[in-house]
């Protein structure tokens, strides 16, 4: 079965998994759905909260853990965590923005968690960061439609 086949859920499914760990692309399931005529804001609305909820849930793991396990069992150099605390301390929960970028998204979420920002100003910076990349995929697949 495809992902299309689900229709919103297998959107929600795989933003959702996109904005975890787990290498996904979203961008394809998102595609493939507007080009198969969904509604576009549907679309917008159902992306944006699937992943904005997988974010959250590395957004989480990081606010459970602590760096001494992030050291020990994921092998993370005490320098490379406090180049990400730095950061944190410098730009706040505005830095939640970028965690739609692939690769250090996910990492930025975990370091937010783990330096235990506030998870409201997280949320909303999330996503407004992650609404904005789903807007841009759908107006250039509407605007390369024509």
């Known amino acids: 079965m495809e992902w299309i086949e689900l229709g919103l859920l297998g ?7 996109a904005a975890t760990v ?19 804001v549907s679309c917008l ?3 944006t909260l699937g992943n ?8 989480g793991l990081g606010y459970l853990g602590n760096w001494h396990w992030i050291n020990r069992y994921l092998k993370v150099e005490e320098s490379s965590v406090n180049k990400w605390k ?3 301390d410098k730009f706040g929960s505005y830095t939640a ?7 250090v998204g996910d990492l930025i979420a975990i370091a937010l968690g783990l330096f235990k920002a506030s998870v409201w100003k997280v949320t909303i910076w999330m ?8 807007a ?4 250039a697949l509407l605007y390369s439609a024509r």
Request: glycine share 6%.
């Open 11 to 17: 959107l929600f499914l795989a933003t959702f998994l």
């Open 97 to 103: 923005l970028l965690c739609w970028l692939p690769f």
């Open 127 to 134: 996503t407004l960061g992650k609404a904005a990349r789903y």
């Open 86 to 88: 730095q950061t944190v």
């Open 22 to 40: 787990v290498p996904f692309s979203s961008e394809a399931v998102l595609a493939g759905l507007i080009l198969a005529d969904f509604d576009p």
């Open 45 to 47: 609305i159902v992306a």
């Open 52 to 59: 904005t909820l997988g974010g959250l849930t590395s957004f």
């Open 136 to 139: 841009f995929v759908i107006w």
